[in-house]
């Protein structure tokens, strides 16, 4: 009964969100930029009837194209360019002793509920922004200026698996030399909506690549859709940027796996780094407890709201039935990972598009550049605090 009454409601706010898209891709004078999510690709090709979990980056891209998007960029990149960010923030903050332990910051509905609940552990998220508001900072910046577009006449669109992705991209400090960096968030059932209505046989499309340089991602950028995979390409880039030797393997099976909280401990060269993957809410109360009390043991954690990951998202392709949602998050996982597979490079600090972006454009991760474009500060969101907290931003 609460489905029925949610879905009218869901309809009339997805409507919005499509004639916005439908407005921008018939605007000549606009150049329509998007990126989409690491988790869209594996689960978009079920509102076309195909089977669950079904692997359509080509025809995505491809889908995007005919939709007339300029320039087919990707979340994956940006996925990319936060490891080599978060990863050095990491290392730094591990040297120093400080800030222990980091928080993982990409899951907005995440950030919003410790904006809420824990305002005086801010400082203990990682400052850098989602891999989607990297990927708009970048495309009005780096983009712009490889393009040779006024960034004014950009309009980005994100392919987010969840509503909370559009709340992100409104947030006040967003923006970019007074741009918004994300101009519209659509679900992956919007994407499909719009796929439908311009009448686009999406099965029977041809695959087709994304973009360069924005679009060309790693099998580490991929595998943030899923519970855990943050933690596991992270752990990839700082093993080796530690201790300049290759990891031993690039599969990190301790750290996948569907409880609501996962630990271990990683040896990196003479550091023991100790990690959790914090699947759901509802299980990150012990550890913050853990943190105001000075008592938890871990130098890194990843805390994603929804249980499988993105791959879980409330924007992706409905299932009522529990058992059918469950085998779909399956299917969708083991494409994730399927999917990393496939790919050359598997670490981000590998991906050539990334290591050019450092050499053309950002300088070095932490740098003056990237902190202007890729980092942020969170806010208290307490109602009854008599004062903010934030972790603000250093110059
Ligand atoms: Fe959105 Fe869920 Fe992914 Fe968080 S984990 S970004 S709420 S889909």
Not at 169 to 187: A, K, L, P, Q, W
Not at 329 to 351: G, L, M, P
């Amino acid at each position: 009964q609460l489905s029925s009454v949610r879905e009218p409601l869901f309809a009339a706010y997805s409507t919005g969100q499509v004639l916005k898209v439908k407005r921008a891709l018939a605007d000549p004078k606009l150049y329509k930029v998007v990126q989409c999510a690491p988790a869209i690709r594996v689960s978009l090709a079920e509102e076309f009837g195909l089977p669950m979990g079904t692997l359509t980056p080509g025809k995505m891209a491809s889908a995007l194209r005919r939709l007339n998007f300029d320039r087919i960029y990707d979340t994956n990149f940006g996925a990319d360019v936060t490891i080599m960010e978060e990863g050095s923030e990491l290392i730094g903050r591990v040297l120093s002793a400080e800030r222990l332990p980091m928080f993982t910051s990409c899951c907005p509905a995440w950030v919003k509920y410790a904006e809420t609940e824990a305002p005086e552990l801010l400082e203990h998220l990682s400052s850098c922004k989602s891999p989607m508001q990297m990927v708009g900072a970048l495309v009005k910046t780096y983009g712009a200026k490889l393009e040779g577009v006024d960034p004014a006449n950009i309009y980005s669109v994100a392919v987010m698996p969840c509503t909370c992705k559009e709340f992100e991209c409104s947030r006040e400090e967003m923006e970019v030399n007074g741009h918004r960096e994300v101009d519209v968030v659509i679900t992956t059932r919007e994407l499909a909506q719009l796929i439908k209505d311009a009448g686009i046989d999406f099965v029977n499309l041809p695959d087709e690549p994304f973009d360069s340089p924005l679009g060309k991602y790693s099998g580490a950028g991929s595998i943030f859709g899923v519970t855990g995979g943050v933690m596991e390409a992270a752990i990839r880039t700082g093993y080796e940027l530690i201790t300049k030797e290759k990891i031993p393997s690039l599969q990190l099976d301790f750290i996948r796996g569907e409880e609501g909280v996962r630990t271990a401990a990683v040896q990196v060269g003479k550091l023991e780094l100790k990690v959790a993957v914090v699947a759901g809410l509802k299980y990150v109360g012990g550890i913050l407890k853990q943190v105001q009390e000075g008592t938890c043991p871990y130098h890194f954690i990843e805390v994603m709201a929804c249980p499988e990951g993105c791959v879980s998202g409330g924007g992706q392709p409905k299932l009522l039935l529990e058992t059918l949602r469950k085998q779909a998050y399956q299917a969708r996982k083991s494409s994730v990972y399927r999917h990393d597979h496939q790919q050359q490079v598997r670490k981000s600090h590998e991906n050539p598009a990334i290591i050019k972006l450092y050499e053309d454009f950002l300088g070095e991760p932490l740098g003056h550049v990237s902190h202007n474009l890729l980092h942020t500060a969170f806010h208290s969101r307490k109602r009854t605090a008599s004062h903010s907290h934030s972790n603000v931003k250093e110059d």
